[in-house]
């Protein structure tokens, strides 16, 4: 595709759709425009090089492709390499991510808007398991439309028990497939009064639930108002050991606090994920930073996943910022990808389409660099619990320092 490319003093090259001057991602941008060895050096520098080499993308199946061409959803695959050990095999994993837009319009009704998404979802979860992904994990809350910037009630109606109707259609293929699948939802907790919270299910690959975490860091930040509909999560830092490895989430804006990801990092997560909601003006310039930023302090994989679309409701509602009201939250933008704990990661998904991106990863890779780079063992927890600890009292200073010759009279 010739690249369209109209951004001038500021002004953004992003089309209606989503798309980057009409490309999927900054990626396809680049490597349509650049000749080939320039794509590659900037390519490089851009998403890094895997034990010295670039990632390799991984030949699926063909029913997978069919299924990605019929239901016009994006399909790349990758695969990250660890070094050879003389005294353990490799532990490889295939991982899924799907990123997705609503099915229906949030003006129909509810039922029938989840519904759409359980069917919109069957055919890229089935290229998945076509795929023999060992793990797969969808995007925040994704029963529904992202309406926590409504401030209306109503979408409450879309929380279930960890046990209801999403985590049954799962299970299912978790059983069919022999799949962990996690499941990040509305949560509505019977046994506590009906209350909500934002969770995510682990589903094991027989079809069990193994356990649930709940967000803990919720935004308070534009039109994420979604402190009006659950509390801060109650369930610490879990990490899952489920047969294909010890897994963790770290749901959404949980991303920005790099002690959350350090707790899951401690309690032994090799993967995490971080199933999100988020819009282009507000954090785009963050996402490809924090996450592998996490993968890298932690020795451990991350994997990014963000809604798609815009998505439209039928009342509109102001920001506090002054600016006209407005009835939707801005654009979903998509590009989902895999950070390693080497520095490298994946190419992302589309900006703008529903996607299923698959990596093999080595976890052997976790361990090893922790032993190339050593960050656990020169972390120096002890000084930052106490400065915590001094920290949280009603009483605490800052340790700051002033130069004395600041405060004097010339
Ligand atoms: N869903 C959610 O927590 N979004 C907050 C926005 C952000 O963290 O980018």
Redesign the pocket.
């Known amino acids: 595709m010739e690249a369209k490319i109209t951004a001038e003093n500021g002004k953004t090259a992003i089309g209606k759709d989503g798309s980057v001057a009409g490309f999927d991602s900054l990626h396809r941008l680049l490597q349509s425009s650049l000749p080939p060895h320039l794509f590659q050096e900037a390519s490089r520098l851009l998403i890094g090089l895997n034990c010295g080499k670039t990632l390799d993308s991984v030949a699926l199946p063909d029913p997978a492709k069919s299924l990605s061409v019929n239901h016009d959803f994006d399909l790349q695959a990758f695969s990250f390499r660890a070094d050879k050990e003389s005294l353990r095999e490799p532990r490889s994993v295939r991982v899924g991510l799907i990123q997705n837009s609503i099915a229906l319009p949030t003006t129909e009704p509810l039922l029938d808007q989840k519904r759409g998404i359980f069917e919109k979802l069957t055919p890229i979860i089935e290229a998945a398991g076509a795929s023999g992904v060992n793990i797969l994990c969808l995007q925040?809350a994704w029963t529904m439309p992202?309406a926590f910037c409504t401030r209306e009630k109503k979408w409450c109606e879309f929380a279930e028990p960890v046990d209801g109707e999403s985590t049954k259609f799962l299970q299912e293929f978790a059983r069919r497939y022999n799949m962990v699948i996690v499941s990040p939802i509305l949560e509505r907790d019977v046994n506590h009064g009906e209350t909500l919270w934002n969770t995510a299910v682990i589903i094991g690959n027989h079809g069990n639930i193994i356990g649930k975490h709940r967000k803990n860091h919720?935004?308070r930040?534009g039109d994420?108002n979604?402190s009006t509909y659950y509390m801060e999560g109650n369930t610490g830092h879990p990490v899952f050991e489920t047969a294909y490895g010890k897994i963790a989430v770290n749901i959404?804006?949980g991303?920005?606090h790099p002690l959350n990801w350090l707790a899951f990092g401690l309690n032994g997560a090799e993967i995490v994920f971080n199933p999100?909601?988020?819009v282009g003006e507000?954090?785009e310039p963050m996402w490809p930073i924090e996450a592998r930023n996490a993968a890298i302090a932690n020795s451990y994989f991350v994997c990014s996943i963000n809604r798609v679309g815009t998505e439209h409701f039928p009342n509109p509602f102001t920001s506090g910022d002054g600016k006209p009201q407005h009835a939707d939250f801005g654009h979903f933008y998509g590009s989902s990808y895999v950070s390693a704990p080497d520095s490298s990661c994946t190419a992302s998904l589309s900006r703008y389409r529903d996607g299923l991106l698959i990596s093999d990863m080595d976890l052997n890779l976790c361990r090893q660099l922790k032993d190339k780079w050593g960050f656990r063992m020169t972390a120096r927890y002890e000084i930052y619990a106490d400065l915590l600890a001094h920290y949280v009292k009603p009483d605490f200073e800052p340790q700051v320092i002033a130069d004395p010759l600041l405060h004097k009279k010339a």
């Open positions: 925040e992202f919720i935004p930040v994420f979604e959404c804006y991303r920005h999100s909601a988020t507000l954090s």
